[in-house]
Every structure is written in C-alpha cells, then in structure tokens.
C-alpha cells in the first residue's frame, strides 16, 4: 500500500495508519451508478477500499450529469459502471475496481453480492432496496441505504438483526409515482458521502449512526434513532 497517498487520512486518530490497512482488504459492492452511486464509486476508490464493485445496467444520459461525478459530455450514450470502472482505476491503480454492466434481480443478486463486505444503495427503487435488504439479513451483510427527493436525502447504515433494517422503517420512506424523481443538483453528491462516511465506520466495526435526514434547503439535519420492529416481516424475532 502507498502510505503517502494516504498520509493525510492515516493522521486522523479514528482512521490511522491500522484502519486503513483494513479498509484496504475490504470488498464494496455498490448497486447503482447514477447519482449517489457514482459519487461514492469516485470517494471510495480515493479513501482506498480495496476492492470496489459497481453494478448498473444503464447508460449515461444528459440528464444525469446535474448530480453525478466522473461522467462528462463525452460519456453520454455509454456505459456507467464500464465509465466508472474506466476512469477510476486512472484514479487509484493499486485498487480492484470492477464495473458490472448488469440489471440487479432477484435471481442474480446473491451471486454479484455475496463477496460483499458492505452493500452501498445506489438505486431509486424500493423493490430494489427491499431485495438488498432481504439478502442482507439472509446473508448477514451490512448494507448502507440512501436516497435523495427534491431537496431532502436519507441515509441509515444496516446491520443485519442488530439495528432496524430497511422494511422496519418502509412507512417512513416517501415513497413517489413520478418517472423522474425531482433532485436537487448537489444533493446526491452530500448524501452519498455521508453515505461512505457510514459504510467506512461499519467497514472499521463501528455502529452506525441511525436514519439521518438532510435537507439541504431549509438547512437542517435528524438523527432518528428507530428501534428495530420486532413483528418486522423481513428481520423481526416475533414475525
Ligand atoms: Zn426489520
């Protein structure tokens, strides 16, 4: 590992020099490369995970580049994951970096995630997340899900039978019938590093932090700490 590329961070006490050799054998596996997912792509290849996998089987459109990073006019029409995985090896070559041109289903996603040390939520998709959440509770996987609507993101790092996981707090989720979701253009960008900030800790065996909530236009920020369900569907002990 080039410990001067990570000087900087190794000098912070919490992180140091052994957190970083961990982060350095761990796998993220993140599903979406769109607007969070292409900014945490960009951040946790600069921090140093590993190994980083990004899977989506979409392609770059104009409309995208208001919230994303890496992708420029040139990308449209393209790949993400292949954009991605392209430039951010340029980024940090000592890394295992792997974009997967594919659609997450229900029949494929215990193969593409089961070397996972975390899952990063990259989607706009509740049955998307439903299912990332199920085969993180079957597998034992920690997972960290966000979302972004008009100026408000959300972000709650999950441990499997630990803390309350994603169908626990489903009747909190604002949940949308429009085709295009409204965002707010930096919104993404905010979100999915505090995003990275909890996968890290979970990476570093630290708790996570609750559901947080931004708002990025009135300027105000929620911790809401939600007890798991016990009659939880997906990970409660009284179903
Ligand atoms: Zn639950």
Not at 37 to 51: D, E, F, K, Q, V
Not at 77 to 86: A, R, V, W
Not at 116 to 131: E, F, K
Request: glycine share 8%; charged share 20%; net charge neutral.
């Amino acid at each position: 590992m080039n410990i001067d590329r990570y000087r900087r961070q190794t000098l912070v006490k919490e992180l140091g020099q052994k957190g970083q050799e961990i982060l350095a054998k761990k796998h993220a596996i993140i599903i979406g490369g769109g607007g969070l997912g292409s900014h945490s792509a960009n951040l946790l290849t600069r921090i140093g995970i590993g190994r980083i996998d990004i899977i989506d089987d979409d392609i770059v459109d104009i409309t995208n580049l208001h919230r994303t990073s890496v992708f420029s006019e040139q990308d449209i029409g393209k790949s993400k994951t292949l954009i991605l995985e392209e430039k951010l090896r340029d980024v940090n070559t000592k890394l295992l970096i792997k974009g997967i041109n594919q659609k997450v289903t229900v029949e494929n996603i215990w193969p593409l995630v089961q070397y996972a040390d975390v899952i990063i939520d990259g989607t706009d998709s509740i049955p998307l997340r439903l299912l990332i959440n199920e085969v993180s509770i079957q597998h034992n996987i920690p997972w960290v899900y966000a979302g972004v609507y008009e100026t408000v993101g959300m972000v709650m790092g999950i441990l499997p039978k630990k803390t309350s996981c994603f169908q626990c707090i489903t009747q909190d989720i604002p949940k949308s019938e429009l085709q295009e979701i409204p965002v707010f253009g930096s919104l993404p960008a905010t979100i999915a590093a505090i995003q990275c900030n909890e996968a890290i800790k979970l990476l570093l065996g630290k708790q996570p932090a609750g559901l947080l909530i931004y708002d990025v236009w009135n300027q105000c920020f929620d911790i809401m700490n939600i007890k798991r369900n016990p009659y939880c569907p997906m990970c409660g002990n009284k179903k």
